[in-house]
């Protein structure tokens, strides 16, 4: 059974830098196929996707934060992790990871953690 | 960068109505198109991946279809779970990108 679960701080000052866990069981990031993605959700507002990185690192951004992130794995601690610089309050938001297959559901975000939420703020 | 358009933002409808929610891309994405169901203060589930596969131990009830830049999310007969907000994603080639979501409310 896949599981994944974020954590990080719950509040974070302006122009501080996020760094988020992702915590998985049940399959590993050497496994050919496999990823872990972010994605983050603002309050009452629509998903958006942050980063993807794959079993042989490959490592995908958002076109619109790139400058500002970064995503990293540890495949003998079984995470995933993200930063996010120079964070402001329009950061605000549930951040997600999501594990993806390229032989089970073709790269789609079939599995996600429950999120964790993220306040900026001074 | 490639845009996902969803629409409408919201739809009423009754248990037992046929609902059909629409997305475009803003260029081809030929069939790599997934589709969401988020309930308020839950993750996102997988309900339908490149374009018209059903995830398994999702109900039969939900389908995709579409190719190019237009795809549909129908529901075939709206079920008191089915309420909930509705989110496409393309993950064609580098990026990924979601709509900016579907309201379905009880009439």
């Known amino acids: 059974q896949i599981t994944l679960k974020e954590s990080g701080p719950t509040l974070v000052k302006p122009t501080q830098t996020l760094t988020a866990t992702c915590t998985f069981s049940g399959f590993s990031l050497t496994t050919r196929g496999v990823g872990v993605g972010w994605i983050r959700q603002p309050p009452g507002k629509a998903l958006e996707w942050l980063a993807l990185i794959y079993w042989d690192d490959d490592k995908r951004y958002s076109p619109s934060l790139k400058s500002r992130l970064t995503i990293t794995k540890d495949t003998s601690k079984n995470q995933v992790f993200v930063t996010m610089t120079n964070m402001d309050p329009v950061d605000t938001a549930t951040y997600f990871c999501?594990?993806?297959?390229?032989?089970?559901?073709?790269?789609?975000?079939?599995?996600w953690g429950h999120g964790t939420v993220v306040t900026v703020s001074s | 960068d490639i845009q996902m358009t969803q629409s409408p933002s919201t739809l009423a409808a009754s248990v037992g109505d046929r609902v059909t929610i629409t997305c475009r891309a803003s260029?081809?994405?030929?069939?790599?198109l997934a589709w969401y169901q988020q309930k308020p203060g839950k993750a996102p589930k997988l309900l339908i991946y490149?374009?018209?596969s059903l995830k398994s131990g999702v109900p039969s009830r939900f389908s995709g279809s579409g190719s190019g830049t237009e795809f549909a999310l129908t529901i075939s007969s709206l079920q008191p779970d089915d309420f909930a907000t509705y989110y496409c994603?393309?993950?064609?080639?580098?990026?990924?990108?979601f709509g900016q979501g579907t309201k379905v409310e009880i009439k």
């Open positions: 994603q393309q993950y064609n080639g580098y990026s990924r990108a």
């Open positions: 490149m374009a018209s």
């Open positions: 999501a594990h993806v297959s390229l032989d089970d559901s073709e790269d789609a975000f079939d599995i």
């Open positions: 260029q081809s994405i030929n069939s790599w």
